[in-house]
């Protein structure tokens, strides 16, 4: 294993020294793990927090600030953050106006939030949560029932983030996200594996001639192991289940987002991209906003997913308005 570590049981306090020292318009509890926007709580201003294991970077600390979340709870490596993490970070942002509490479908991450919520909301805050479930590729999973949360959970923190900004109330921050989760559609694949610092060795083993289709974001199995492909095919074995899964139609204006694993350069990222728009352009959906880059990884897992949300006016604004993190910044 080689890595640029100084330890594999202090990778993620060591981590968040770091984000504290890249990043002075960010504060780091390292009492309790959590990364918060410095003005945080913001008057009048539903609060958003989110978190998850480690290893996704840069979800979830990386999408905290103006316009995005106002709190992440890292986890150890692949792990769930705990209640009394997600319980300091909620109570810190709160503001009166409530707090929105953003969980990928996780066992551990829906149990530990919600076991969270219950005692915020025993404090006397007021607590909603929306849960992402948007992955295509199977309906229960080594660490789910029911789909997994995976791209879409970015999509999600951005609108709802500029949905807050705007002064909407704690319903209507909720509603945007149920919406967004309910609008959108990823799958993943794999080429290599990825090493978790404290295993010490790849989660699973693909030989130089495979690939697999369907992966979750721990390199959890998914649909397919077949013999490598080209970009085209890779592509559209992605879209295609993705497309007939909401399903997507002609006329549709979409967002798609590819993203890397964490191995895969930018480069071929774009020509996964490329492969992307003329899918969707043989099924008459436009393309109306892109991202594109390493958003939601997995360590130094090589591999992409794609995700694509239809759009409407108002989800169209409240992605194209203003935001300012580390992993995201436009406007402003």
Request: proline letters at 5%; hydrophobic letters at 45%; aromatic letters at 4%.
């Amino acid at each position: 294993m080689k890595k640029l570590i100084n330890d594999p049981a202090t990778v993620v306090t060591d981590a968040l020294v770091g984000v504290e020292a890249a990043h002075p318009d960010l504060r780091v509890d390292h009492e309790h793990k959590v990364v918060y926007r410095a003005d945080a709580p913001v008057r009048g201003k539903v609060g958003l927090i989110s978190g998850g294991g480690s290893g996704h970077e840069p979800l979830h600390g990386g999408f905290v600030g103006l316009g995005m979340l106002d709190a992440a709870c890292p986890g150890e490596v692949f792990t769930s953050p705990t209640p009394d993490q997600m319980l300091n970070a909620t109570t810190t942002v709160d503001s009166g106006a409530g707090v929105l509490h953003i969980v990928k479908n996780y066992t551990g991450d829906v149990m530990n939030f919600e076991m969270a919520a219950e005692m915020a909301a025993e404090a006397g805050a007021k607590v909603e949560s929306v849960v992402t479930n948007d992955d295509v590729a199977v309906e229960d999973s080594t660490y789910t029932a029911g789909r997994r949360g995976v791209g879409v959970t970015v999509l999600v923190e951005k609108i709802c983030g500029a949905g807050a900004e705007t002064g909407r109330d704690l319903a209507a921050v909720a509603a945007l996200g149920r919406k967004v989760n309910a609008w959108g559609r990823s799958m993943g694949m794999a080429l290599t594996s990825c090493t978790v610092p404290a295993a010490g060795k790849p989660t699973f083993e693909l030989t130089e001639t495979e690939m697999e289709i369907g992966i979750g974001i721990h390199g959890e199995p998914g649909r397919y192991r077949e013999p490598l492909g080209p970009a085209a095919a890779v592509a559209e074995r992605l879209v295609d289940p993705i497309v007939q899964d909401l399903p997507y139609r002609a006329g549709d204006a979409v967002l798609a987002f590819v993203n890397g694993m964490g191995g895969t350069p930018l480069v071929e990222l774009y020509v996964v991209f490329a492969e992307v728009k003329r899918i969707l352009d043989g099924h008459g959906i436009a393309i109306a906003r892109s991202l594109v880059g390493p958003y939601i990884t997995s360590l130094e897992m090589a591999g992409c997913s794609i995700t694509l949300l239809k759009l409407d006016d108002e989800l169209t604004t409240l992605w194209d308005a203003p935001v300012k993190t580390p992993a995201l910044r436009w406007g402003v």
